[in-house]
DNA sequence: GAACCGGTTCGAACCGGTTC
DNA sequence: GAACCGGTTCGAACCGGTTC
């Protein structure tokens, strides 16, 4: 339900805001507030539990803490933080050291209603979003005139775009709050960077994607293709953020399950993206506490244009004590090397679940159904006039989907299965058939009967 | 289903996309995401990505292991990557710096619209991906005119191109990622570079050439001569590398099954493809940890214009621990002796089974299957025109077959299920195909009717 | 479908064995091997087993590890073991040893045709289950004549009985096989120990009790009302032992998941069971590593005949990482207070879920429904007719449910599907019974046909 | 409490090595 | 080379927690 309203919204953005391109920021802004259906509660609790089990048995005290909120946990990840941050790549040093100079200079942030203290903005805030809140939003006299960076920078995008909308000042529904958030919009920077869907995907068992919603579904510890683009392959690299769609659980860290993340390394078991073709020590981090993964921006092969990333997610969106049901993005983010400041930002909308194509069919039957009518063809149109006019045969999506009577609520109230011996299923049919053409003869040309209609037939 | 399908858009491409020759991509591009039939479990516990991401080569020791993520393995697998890493195959090191070396005086490469800087994009490049980059797309200044090379230096091929179709960076559907993964798109580069499977084999059982998939079916450890082609025989050497065409699988290694490789030598016992006329010593090696068979290019003899290469699997696709199903390609490259750099690609799609003419007629006809209409009989022939005409009853094959809706997307429309009884199966569709033919009349040619239509009958 | 079929088998049983009470063992032995529904993959990979066997406290490093069989991996068990060993709670102790002893003196115990070593018997027995498979079912001359303890001790058990058969020694058709698996057969003792659930609950949706499969659903964290029943209350205590259903899962420990865990407190984190009003630092406890909870037996106030004991779940039967959607059984040990023996037992099935109702309301149809033939009018009767005189319509209950054809095993070949509109699922229905009138007339009393027959109708 | 959602189950079809 | 057979895949149905 929550997907569907989700979904129902963006449908009617489709609708009736017709897509703009430069620089508004009509993009998956309407996605930011659809959540509905996540418990906090279970969140908390994933921390308690550890303490809990940190005290109890054995084993307790080796589980890989999926939970950051308990006193300890947030201790042992500072450590880890600081530790990370012992040795940290330039840019992050950079970034952070950036940040918190900014921030120094602005003790207090308003940002949508949201008052946040300078400790709250930019304590160990390596995630360069105020930097880029700054850019994006602020006019801070210090930075470059950032809107000349990104705004009319739009390419023609000949694949599918994963979030191809540039960002633009002009309007923030929800935009990220605080330091601790990174962005969730779109913004292709300077450089054009954008990242999408292969498409011509064969096996939509394991992973498809909608166009209509532009949204991945993906089978767990299946690996994606996704390619990046860019105008100039520059020395960069790539962060990938999960992040919670719904405002409400933003600031939560989208982590895997504990079932899920026991799979993993220790290096990674925090992490519900992977990738693969990547040294992995340097791979998983955490920004702000929050598990990122890092890898290096390579340029494609020779005659290629597009450089791929092989990308998986180790737990469900379903998953209980992980993600559970709520909806999250990932955000990809394009860092100069040298400086580690932000130069780009994508966001690709994904759902991690068992039958990518069954809930990729239903997502788009629900984002389609309340658009239009589409019958197209003559035998559509006599349909359309029988169930306006009455009962008969159902609707009917075009396109290809798996048969499922849900769907089509009325579908299973219309139809009964009714066992026919084999050899009658014809004359059945038939008769089925001319039931059908003679309800609609006698709505519509009642004079064509030759005899008067009885029922008792 | 699966392969159908796959094979049903390879078919399309074929009908829709008049095949290019040249610079377009148009190859095995569909095929690249294809695989529908592998065993998570079985992926997940197949050495190859841990093995990837961990760094250990030493494939028969982790494969298969179904608990690789305690401590001890942790650690054993971390003190096998510092092993590797301390030395590193010889020729490896000497690619690897020499595309530095190329790079180094190449600051910006640009790939269509796309600058790459040379810190991008060779650094610890052991593929040869770059320095092919920068050879066949660049137009940087500093570089030989490179737009020439690739362009239009298209020769006719006069026997079956084994993946004779050139790149071109407008369309990428799954590109190979980085610098773990090689390319598996063609690129005949500077000098044309050809690998075809030569026609007239008479034992089809042994081995046999599918044009219309433009896949090699093979028996394991039976000999086949490949035919390579260049515009000039330049001092050069090819390295042959399986690559997993499925993405998920693409950072995977292909090696044979254990079974199959305690066969080989010691030298080659993680290659699943070894040559025959070949110096072993320095034929099976590495690159970037994945095996890789490399040989000297040997101009042609007098009189004949393509070089013979004989080349065997020692294991099957099928093989369980080994590929396990998964399709995978070799990929050949060609590599300029005196700097290693890549200068030319071809992907010779596989399968090495137990009954390559069986296995290939049944992929050929899954592959066209979808293309022809499969009526046969009067009822279907009829509905076939009803069809076309407009609304009806779609087909009913009589065989058992799986139900694939995504094939007749109207079906789920219009009709739902009723049991029949088999033995009145026949006159049911009789009077379906009774009630259709008086639909197509009343219809097209109402005047047929003797008396008005009702619903007596 | 599993759960279908499970109830079939125990409808089955209802008809074909006619309920006996008193020496005969048809208590919940049908259920002893029901399971059909679960996940091996995930029960292999469930830590449970896993900690049992590997013996690491690193759970988050070996959960999920799906590779238990190498030689480290038994070494690291048996040294858990021995530090368990090392440690045994007291009254395990004692039962442990009491039971060895009575192994001492029985060196090889034949149970079906299964012969046990005293080494496999009994070492590291904390279940009793040894003694009480003597005691059950051998004749063994050194034991007290135990056939008169449990053979017609049989109470009247006014309420709903929660597991109220004896034990017979002619029948074991799923014993418990060794010692670290506790029986899950009812065993009333020498004292007619009892438990049932009260009658006459209100609220359905916190917790139902089912007579006909005698089975109790309860939500998590609600409390439910046991009643205690005892001949003769004497100074004794009783344990709760959670226990897998099916015999593939009995050695794996029933616990609650992760998230469910952590919400209990430290002492009762391994425990899916919870009592009230009990001392908790004696409470939850281990037996033979096997979480268990242990309360004192405490005589009924005055003037009530049962003593009544607070019961609760915490965490769902479907719970991922916890039971699983495996069902179990709670299994209630009387032991001697002086010896430690156990003196009775008493097992009941239950399944903790979020909807009760419903899900009681599902199992019981799908129990019930296969035993009455559904026909009920002329249409199904005339069918019926028609399949015994040869072939014809199945039944077909009215219903949505699975086709399940091994029930109907002709189905598939005599019947199709044919969708029929709903609005005219009556006059089809009626077709096919007048095409399956007519031809039993056909068969039967042609005569009665006003028109000789033709088959081009 | 009914409907929904999404992970799981189940049996038919498929695939491909093996047998006849 | 046709048939067999057994592991795998696939889609519809199911189940059960969640939402409305």
């Given at each position: 339900m929550a997907d569907v309203q989700r979904l129902l919204n963006q449908e009617n953005r489709v609708i009736t805001e017709p897509r703009q391109k430069?620089?508004?920021?009509?993009?998956?802004q309407q996605d930011l507030?659809?959540?509905?259906?996540?418990v906090d509660y279970q969140q908390l609790l994933r921390g308690d539990s550890l303490l809990t089990r940190i005290g109890s048995s054995n084993f307790a005290s080796l589980?890989?803490?999926?939970?950051?909120?308990n006193a300890e946990n947030r201790e042992s990840r500072h450590q880890e933080l600081h530790q990370l941050e012992q040795q940290p790549p330039q840019e992050q040093q950079a970034v952070s050291n950036m940040q918190f100079n900014d921030l120094s200079m602005n003790n207090v942030c308003m940002v949508n209603n949201d008052v946040l203290t300078s400790a709250d903005c930019g304590?160990?805030?390596?995630?360069?979003n105020l930097g880029q809140l700054v850019e994006n939003?602020?006019?801070?006299?210090?930075?470059?005139?950032?809107?000349q960076e990104y705004s009319p920078v739009v390419v023609p995008q000949p694949?599918?775009?994963?979030g191809s909308r540039d960002v633009s000042t002009?309007?923030?529904?929800?935009?990220?709050?605080?330091?601790?958030v990174p962005s969730i919009q779109n913004w292709p920077g300077q450089y054009d960077f954008q990242i999408s869907v292969p498409v011509g995907n064969k096996d939509q068992n394991k992973w498809c994607y909608s166009a209509i919603q532009e949204k991945l579904y993906l089978i767990k510890h299946v690996t994606i293709p996704l390619d990046v683009k860019l105008l100039q392959w520059l020395d960069a690299y790539i962060t990938i953020t999960p992040v919670f769609k719904a405002s409400r659980n933003r600031v939560h860290h989208v982590m895997p399950c504990f079932n899920c993340s026991t799979k993993n390394s220790v290096a990674s078991s925090d992490h519900i993206v992977m990738v693969e073709g990547q040294d992995c020590e340097y791979t998983y981090k955490y920004a702000d506490k929050r598990p990122v993964v890092t890898l290096p921006l390579h340029p494609p092969p020779?005659?290629?244009?597009a450089s791929t990333l092989l990308l998986k997610l180790?737990?469900?969106?379903?998953?209980n004590g992980g993600p559970n049901r709520r909806p999250f993005s990932l955000v990809f983010t394009l860092h100069?090397?040298?400086?580690?400041?932000?130069?780009g930002r994508q966001v690709l909308d994904l759902k991690c679940c068992q039958c990518p194509s069954r809930d990729m069919l239903n997502e788009d039957k629900a984002v389609q159904k309340p658009t239009?009518?589409?019958?197209?063809d003559i035998s559509n149109r006599l349909m359309e006039v029988l169930k306006r006019s009455g009962p008969a045969v159902t609707s009917t999506s075009e396109k290809k989907k798996r048969f499922t009577i849900k769907l089509e609520p009325e579908t299973d109230r219309r139809y009964q299965n009714v066992p026919v011996p084999v050899e009658y299923v014809p004359k059945v049919k038939g008769h089925v058939n001319s039931l059908i053409a003679a309800e609609y003869i006698r709505r519509n040309?009642?004079?064509?009967?030759?005899f008067p209609e009885d029922e008792s037939q």
């Open positions: 430069g620089n508004t920021m009509n993009g998956n507030e659809p959540m509905l259906d996540d589980i890989e803490a999926p939970a950051p909120f304590l160990n805030d390596s995630w360069g939003y602020s006019t801070d006299p210090l930075l470059l005139n950032p809107t694949q599918v775009p994963a002009s309007f923030i529904p929800d935009s990220p709050p605080n330091s601790q020779p005659g290629e244009a180790v737990c469900l969106t379903s998953c100069n090397n040298s400086s580690g400041s932000e130069i239009q009518s589409t019958s197209t040309q009642p004079c064509l009967f030759l």
